[in-house]
């Protein structure tokens, strides 16, 4: 038996509650946010799915606890390859399925929050401007 030392008795790490969550969201349809994963035909690697050591091996700790875990790709699977660190603002700004690219002079970026990082601009103050000539 491997002892990894992140699940003792009434404490568990946060990086093995972060693996918990995935395995949960991904295969058990009573979790608030299964439609969204597992129900939506993400799901866990097999390799991360049995095993824990598996999973810290290929990822490593949690970095800090401003970190989750985002997949790259939004609509591929929990994996080696596919999953990153990365703190709340980096995942929400840049890897959601909803977001549209934005092209400004010739430069396409990711989301329009992308675009107002590289210039500096708020996006509130852009997408009030976008309201007010969409007329919303």
Not at 77 to 88: D, F, I, P, Q, V
Not at 122 to 128: A, I, L
């Amino acid at each position: 038996m491997v002892t990894h030392g992140h699940k003792r008795t009434g404490k568990a790490s946060p990086t093995y509650k972060i693996w918990l969550g995935i395995k949960r969201r991904c295969s058990d349809p009573k979790s608030k946010d299964f439609a969204k994963y597992g129900g939506n035909g993400i799901c866990v690697s097999d390799e991360w799915n049995s095993s824990f050591v598996t999973f810290l091996n290929d990822m490593g700790e949690r970095p800090s606890l401003a970190h989750t875990i985002d997949r790259i790709d939004p609509t591929g699977n929990y994996e080696a390859g596919n999953c990153r660190w990365a703190t709340r603002f980096e995942q929400g700004a840049e890897n959601k399925r909803s977001l549209r690219s934005v092209t400004i002079d010739g430069v396409t970026y990711p989301s329009i929050r992308a675009a107002c990082r590289q210039f500096g601009i708020s996006p509130t103050t852009v997408n009030m401007s976008l309201n007010i000539v969409t007329g919303k």
